[in-house]
């Protein structure tokens, strides 16, 4: 007898560890999914608030409101720089396109309106890659799906 009940403890102890290894597992997989959408979210939010891109009127610049009247906002894409990664491949690839065009974009304009030196044709050729690149950013952004929307397309066999 003392022999089954030995077998029963060590088959309980293995089954306790499996059990908190999965509970544990399943906890990092929550939480890496929940960081994801909050990220998405503030993304969204962040690209949202750049929606003036296309009114852009690159001839406004000058020296005294500089680049000013083009709103680009990177404080969300700055801060989570670290936490891009736990986006999809194609997100993160829009992302940093439309960023790090951006922040170029923004530098340029910003020389522009110090120097008073505008060159037309490069600057609305760099708009113009702006408005695509913002564009693409947030529809891969948007278009992620949440992972209520996920669950919901699941239960009622949508798409």
């Known amino acids: 007898m003392a022999i089954n009940i030995s077998i029963l403890t060590v088959v309980a102890a293995f089954a306790g560890a499996a059990f908190g290894a999965l509970v544990q597992f399943s906890w990092q997989v929550?939480?890496?999914h929940k960081q994801r959408n909050n990220l998405r979210r503030s993304l969204r939010a962040e690209l949202k608030s750049m929606d003036n891109i296309d009114d852009y009127d690159f001839s406004k610049v000058?020296?005294?409101?500089g680049?000013?009247?083009l709103l680009l906002q990177t404080t969300v894409y700055e801060n989570n720089a670290d936490t891009i990664g736990l986006l999809s491949e194609h997100e993160v690839e829009k992302v940093l396109a439309f960023y790090s065009h951006a922040i170029?974009?923004?530098n340029q304009l910003e020389n522009v309106a110090r120097s008073h030196d505008m060159d037309?044709?490069?600057?609305k050729n760099d708009i113009d890659l702006l408005k695509s690149n913002w564009s693409d950013a947030y529809d891969a952004i948007d278009r992620t799906p949440s992972f209520?929307?996920?669950l919901l397309n699941i239960i009622t066999g949508g798409d």
Not at 62 to 65: P, V
Not at 120 to 123: C, F, P, T, V
């Open 30 to 32: 929550y939480t890496r």
């Open 120 to 123: 037309e044709s490069d600057i």
């Open 104 to 106: 170029y974009t923004q």
């Open 67 to 69: 680049a000013s009247n």
């Open 148 to 150: 209520q929307r996920h």
């Open 62 to 65: 000058d020296g005294k409101r």
